[in-house]
């Protein structure tokens, strides 16, 4: 991959991974927040608990995501960023143009999610 893509790569994974910190702090603190008030009724208390769980969901995945990006910025400063981690073919340029954190081909995902495929950790 060439030093012009890999760049415009970097800048579309770094800007995402400050939305997703900034996401998952905001979330932090509204599941904070979100017990502040003093709930009397059962229905109260049962929105709010609702609310926390669906905050604390939401910051999980955030965080996951949050990972990825992280690993794929990791992969670009090694030098193997655009190379599937199982098979070592490279990612086809749409694949990372849509999700530019992906760790794998077409290929080895389907097998990945078929179960065909053992999650490496990299």
Not at 30 to 51: H, I, L
Not at 78 to 89: N, T, V, W, Y
Request: include cysteine.
């Amino acid at each position: 991959m060439d030093k012009k893509k890999l760049e415009y790569f970097k800048k579309r994974l770094e800007t995402r991974q400050q939305e997703l910190r900034r996401t998952v702090s905001r979330t932090e603190q509204d599941g904070r927040t979100v017990d502040e008030g003093s709930a009397q009724d059962v229905a109260d208390k049962a929105a709010n608990s609702y609310n926390k769980e669906f905050l604390f969901h939401q910051s999980n995945n955030d965080r996951q995501l949050l990972q990825m990006v992280d690993n794929a910025l990791s992969r670009l400063r090694e030098g193997s960023f655009g190379e599937c981690i199982s098979c070592g073919e490279e990612i086809n340029a749409k694949r990372l143009e849509a999700v530019p954190w992906t760790r794998h081909c077409i290929e080895c995902q389907e097998k990945l999610e078929q179960g065909l495929l053992e999650e490496a950790q990299k």
